[in-house]
């Protein structure tokens, strides 16, 4: 049962313009959400997070939204550029610091 | 100079045998996780190490162990190698609950693992 859902695989946006992500959760007892950047044969990167009390979180050109009573949240990137096309992955952290992934969305950014 | 290192990059072995992936971190984080990624591009935790002791251990066959001999290691040793072990497993650390930003992991390279 996946608790976290990346229901796009991929994404393909113009240099320039904006890329927006999007993750579902259903777990309510989440209380910390991060993106992260992955590229082929290297480990995933911190992008980005947000708490659960908060709904928006901005670190230059990457914006985290959080809607809680959706349970969905979404990473926007203004403006996309080329550098940026990677598998993105939402994770949802629980008990433990458990992170639960989600399976990943493909960017491309077109030149 | 890297964060956490992963050893070896690849590993190609036969079916049955024992290996083992070793993961170290330079970060001063006091835990250390280790998660697999499947054929299905899922991430999932195995195993969760805090100053050496085992807070975290989902539902893994008991071939697979982990050893931390101390806080910036954390090994991972697998018996018995079976064609569904064949994964990319990725080591991560992260702060300890007392030092903040504890939500934010960091992960090393990966090990790809392929059972023949």
């Known amino acids: 049962d996946q608790q976290v859902k990346q229901n796009s695989p991929s994404l393909s946006v113009q240099e320039g313009r904006i890329s927006i992500l999007n993750c579902d959760y259903t777990?309510?007892?989440?209380?910390?959400f991060l993106w992260y950047k992955k590229y082929p044969a290297e480990g995933p990167t911190f992008l980005i997070s947000?708490?659960?009390?908060?709904d928006k979180n901005e670190d230059g050109r990457f914006t985290v939204f959080l809607n809680k009573s959706a349970k969905h949240l979404s990473l926007h990137i203004v403006p996309s550029q080329p550098g940026d096309s990677a598998v993105y992955f939402c994770?949802?952290?629980?008990?433990?610091?458990?992170?639960?992934f989600g399976a990943g969305t493909i960017l491309r950014v077109k030149s | 100079d890297t964060a956490v290192s992963q050893t070896p990059k690849y590993l190609v072995t036969q079916m049955g045998n024992d290996k083992s992936i070793k993961c170290e971190q330079n970060?001063?984080?006091?835990?250390m996780y280790w998660y697999k990624q499947d054929s299905k591009k899922f991430l999932k935790i195995m195993f969760s190490?805090?100053?050496?002791?085992?807070?975290i251990n989902e539902t893994v066959p008991n071939r697979f162990s982990p050893k931390s001999p101390d806080k910036a290691h954390l090994n991972l040793h697998i018996n018995s190698l079976e064609l569904g072990d064949s994964a990319v497993y990725f080591c991560?650390?992260?702060?300890?609950?007392?030092?903040?930003?504890?939500?934010?992991?960091?992960f090393g390279p990966g090990t790809r693992l392929l059972v023949l």
């Open positions: 991560a650390s992260s702060p300890g609950p007392d030092r903040g930003r504890q939500e934010t992991q960091y």
């Open positions: 777990n309510s007892m989440f209380d910390y």
């Open positions: 947000i708490s659960s009390i908060k």
């Open positions: 994770a949802a952290r629980e008990y433990g610091n458990k992170l639960v």
């Open positions: 970060l001063g984080h006091d835990t």
């Open positions: 190490y805090n100053n050496k002791e085992l807070i």
